[in-house]
């Protein structure tokens, strides 16, 4: 069973950086897509993006250009970076696992969650 | 990016009613989707993942069909604990996106 934990600072100020920390256990790090997903209050999920194992990442178009995501293997933990935060970021931001499925290992649902953590963007 | 569109935004159902909620994709996403259930304060489980296979341990009152464009999620005898909220995600295209929800409320 993965248990993943969400872990960082709960208020940002604008245009400075969020920074993020998803701690993995009950499974390898070298297993599934790492994700992130986020909620704003009261509104729907988008997905962020993810990273795999291997350090492949891919990212949702609107927010490539401030986001990172990396991976330390030897800590069980991958991360989130958004550069330049405004207040439409404020969300909870989940960590989550997408299945690996088929031949390609092609990334799919997600299939657990972290508990989320609320990071709100204010001066 | 793909849209996915749910209807209706919200349902007024009582317990033991069957319902059902409706996800339409803007292209045809095979059935690449998957539902998720949702309460407050809650993160998101996965319910139904290719449309229409049943996650391990969700009841199965819970069932899923449909493939292209059109998909539903039916609930057979609402229970009390299925008062929540209901989103529907494809996995066709590299950039994943969910529908706006469905408000699942007791009537």
């Known amino acids: 069973q993965v248990q993943l934990q969400e872990s960082g600072p709960g208020l940002v100020k604008p245009s400075e950086t969020l920074s993020l920390t998803c701690s993995v256990s009950g499974s390898s790090i070298s297993t599934y897509y790492w994700s992130w997903v986020r909620q704003p209050p009261g509104k729907g999920l988008e997905w962020i993006g993810y990273i795999y194992h291997s350090g492949i990442t891919n990212y949702n178009p609107s927010l490539k250009s401030r986001v990172t995501i990396s991976v330390d293997t030897s800590k069980s933990q991958f991360s989130l970076r958004l550069n330049s935060v405004t207040a439409a970021d404020t969300a909870v931001y989940y960590c989550?696992?997408?299945?690996?499925?088929?031949?390609?290992?092609?990334?799919?649902?997600?299939?657990?969650w972290g508990q989320g953590t609320l990071v709100t963007v204010s001066s | 990016d793909i849209q996915m569109t749910q209807s209706p935004s919200t349902l007024s159902a009582s317990v033991g009613d069957r319902v059902t909620i409706t996800c339409r994709a803007s292209?045809?996403?095979?059935?690449?989707l998957a539902w998720y259930q949702q309460k407050p304060g809650i993160a998101p489980k996965l319910l139904i993942y290719?449309?229409?296979s049943l996650q391990s341990g969700v009841p199965s009152r819970f069932s899923g069909s449909g493939s292209g464009t059109e998909f539903t999620l039916t609930i057979s005898s609402l229970q009390p604990d299925d008062f929540a909220t209901y989103y529907c995600?494809?996995?066709?295209?590299?950039?994943?996106?969910f529908g706006q929800g469905t408000k699942l409320e007791i009537k």
């Open positions: 995600q494809q996995y066709q295209s590299y950039s994943y996106t």
């Open positions: 989550a696992t997408q299945y690996c499925s088929g031949r390609n290992c092609d990334p799919t649902m997600f299939d657990y």
């Open positions: 292209q045809s996403i095979s059935s690449w």
């Open positions: 290719d449309a229409s």
